[in-house]
Nanobody, 127 residues
Framework: QVQLVESGGGLVQAGGSLRLSCAASGGTFSSYAMGWFRQAPGKEREFVAGISSSGGSTYYGDFVKGRFTISRDLVKNTVYLQMNSLKPEDTAVYYC????????????????????WGQGTQVTVSS
């Protein structure tokens, strides 16, 4: 059983920064691709960032490129999302997700492509 636990969310002023963490257990971390998604009230869950199982490839949603950075630590079994220059429209619940990756360089961007999800962490950006 693969388990994911997010942390690091909170309240921040516009222009500030937060770093989210996702700790994984129950699987072979180096064989799983990881992703971050977010969901605001009344909206569908959207792709934020993804990273391959090898850690060598990353991809970002169009509206967060240049502000957010995804990374993973294979020793600590943890994936991170560094968020800078935060805006009120970034307010949402942020979810960590994972799936087994047959190819070590693959990145997945769709919610239906992932098999395991964390409980989410709330990020609120004030004006």
């Amino acid at each position: 059983q693969v388990q994911l636990v997010e942390s690091g969310g909170g309240l921040v002023q516009a222009g500030g920064s937060l770093r989210l963490s996702c700790a994984a257990s129950g699987g072979t971390f180096s064989s799983y691709a990881m992703g971050w998604f977010r969901q605001a009230p009344g909206k569908e869950r959207e792709f934020v960032a993804g990273i391959s199982s090898s850690g060598g490839s990353t991809y970002y949603g169009d509206f967060v490129k240049g502000r957010f950075t995804i990374s993973r630590d294979l020793v600590k079994n943890t994936v991170y999302l560094q968020m800078n220059s935060l805006k009120p429209e970034d307010t949402a619940v942020y979810y960590c997700a994972t799936r087994y990756s047959y190819y070590s360089a693959s990145i997945f961007t769709g919610v239906k492509e992932y098999d395991y999800w964390g409980q989410g962490t709330q990020v609120t950006v004030s004006s």
